[in-house]
């Protein structure tokens, strides 16, 4: 058993300002905006998702609930990153964090990271298996807010 | 005889480990505790010169096999103070005991509407398969409630049991490490004409059992975290519940004939454990019961009381109060598990930060969600303690805790 990494890998210091400071926190009146609910068996985390889709866009997003510093920090990057961002390329995004927190070495290449900007920086949690159901909640609750919305003409 | 912890340490080769740079301080014990080495060897002695299967051959090693595992029965009898040895059977774990006690005497013996009683400090494994029964078959439940004291709250404990079939109730909680008055339930639930069942998966590793004299009907308890192996467990109940209970999983050694327009099932413990046993791990739990036997459940209490108490103490006047206890501020009636709740540190990130210095302690619900909510609380970190427990390791634990907390503010 290889030892564990240290602990800066995980805790850097923008997913712990992000766990401080937490963006886009609260809720949105549903409808219009549309409401996912994800929990983590194992550690009790729990959240909610509130999205406001208008046209292509997710024009607002909102989150409440509690959690560890890495799945409340994930949950606020991300309601950050995919703000103003049109279905498709937030679907794309969620595909290529989870990809972030699966690839064995997390040493994804420099443009797969530029890509993620600062979302890069929970790229350590993937050496911290036990962790990454933490980091992906609110994605997958995201991924169940935008399967759940009604289709838009 | 003395304790002489130090000694006993070195019975436990897991506590040689190192982790992440320091020696391991394992304070997880109340999941599960760590393996003396010879309950090792006798499990290594079963399977180098007797394994065989058991109840069935006729030679050698195979007499062998059942001997060890009947021994081990008797050993765990003797352990626990039961009457005989067919009251012991063995399962998987308190769960699959919690289970077996459902399923095979629970159908038998309730019908819609019978009560069950249970509390809300419980774990899942005495509340799941009493809500299964509930759906099945239509009982009803009642719930004894949990104090700010971290208590049972009694005050309406004979309003609960009115008409009550079965009071089942845990010894000592896995979260709060609260030890209920067993033997004041004991008594009450008898006098409305209910029985008791405790579950013993906490209890029995740390405080001396007694059956004859504990006023319990069942007892549910694991051989893993009592210095046991994993995939043993037992439930025993007294010889006249047994009689009333009928077969739990259908299977071979639970029969003594099977024709082709049915079966008739074995008597005593065999009728209860269908299929080939865990026999290794049998006779693993028989070394480890005459391992706590040979130090002694009263020395070994009391070790664990002076170490809670030491606890105590140290996690109450180190923190300024940014960490708080969840469970009983004293040893009164209180065993050595210990629920923290740090002040904006997510117990995921407690453990987390711990393991750093080599500190194993628990984040999470402790399968006890029912608990957890009653305190508004997701998860805490709980340390948990074991014979080989010591002061430094308490030591450990609180300046690992300091670290933590800097680290989140």
Known sequence: MTQMPPLNDLYREIVMDHYRTPRNRGELPTPPAQRADGHNPLCGDEISVYVLINGDV???????????????????????????????????????????????????????????????????????????????????????????????? | MS????????????????????????????????????????????????????????????????????????????????????????????????????????????????????????HHANLV?????????????????????????????????????????????????????????????????????????????????????LGADFLAFSGHKMLGPTGIGVLWAKSEHWAETPPFLGGGGMISDVTLDGFTPASGPARYEAGTPPIAEAVGLGAAVRYL????????????????????????HSFDERVRIIGPSTTLDRGGVISLDVEGVHPHDVSQVLDQHGVCVRPGHHCAKPLMRRFGLAATARASFGPYSIPAEVDTLVDALRDALEMFT
Not at chain 1, 94 to 123: H, N, P, W, Y
Not at chain 2, 53 to 61: I, K
Not at chain 2, 304 to 310: G, I, M, P
């Open chain 2, 293 to 316: 036997s040979s130090i002694g459940m009263d020395a070994v209490a009391a070790h664990e009381l002076d170490l809670t108490a030491y606890a105590l103490e140290r996690l109450a």
């Open chain 1, 58 to 153: 997710i024009e607002d997003i909102k989150l409440t609930g509690h959690g560890c510093s890495i799945s409340q920090a994930s949950s606020s990057m991300m309601s950050a990153a995919v703000k103003g961002r049109s279905l498709e390329q937030t679907r794309e995004l969620v595909a290529r964090f989870k990809e972030l927190m699966t690839s064995e070495t997390a040493d994804s290449s420099d443009q797969a990271l530029r890509e993620l900007g600062e979302i890069a920086a929970l790229s350590g949690v993937s050496k911290f298996p036990v962790r990454i159901k933490c980091a992906t909640l609110a994605w997958n609750t995201l991924t169940q807010a935008l399967d759940d919305a009604p289709q838009q003409g």
């Open chain 2, 3 to 122: 304790y002489d912890v130090r000694v006993l340490r070195s019975d436990f080769p897991l506590l040689r480990r190192v982790v992440n740079g320091h020696p391991l301080t394992y304070l997880d014990s109340g999941a599960t505790s760590l393996t003396p080495r010879t309950v090792l060897e006798a499990m290594d002695v079963y399977y180098s010169r007797h394994h065989s299967n058991v109840h069935r051959g006729v030679y050698q090693t195979a007499a062998e096999a059942t001997e060890a595992y009947e021994g081990a029965r008797a050993d765990v009898a003797r352990f626990i103070g039961a009457a005989s040895p067919d009251e012991v059977v063995f399962t998987k774990n308190a769960t699959e005991s919690f289970n077996l006690l459902a399923r095979a005497w629970g159908t038998a013996h309730l019908k819609e509407g019978d009560v069950v009683v249970l509390s809300e400090m419980d």
């Open chain 2, 129 to 213: 398969p009493w809500f299964q029964l509930r759906d099945s078959h239509g009982i009803t439940l009642r719930f004894l409630r949990v104090n700010d004291e971290y208590r049972l709250d009694l005050s309406n404990l004979d309003e609960l049991l009115d008409g009550a079939r079965l009071l089942s109730v845990t010894a000592m909680s896995n979260v709060l490490g609260t030890v209920t008055p067993i033997a004041q339930l004991a008594e009450r639930a008898h006098a409305a004409g209910a029985l008791l069942a405790v579950d013993g998966a906490q209890s029995v590793a740390h405080l001396p059992t007694n059956v004859a004299t």
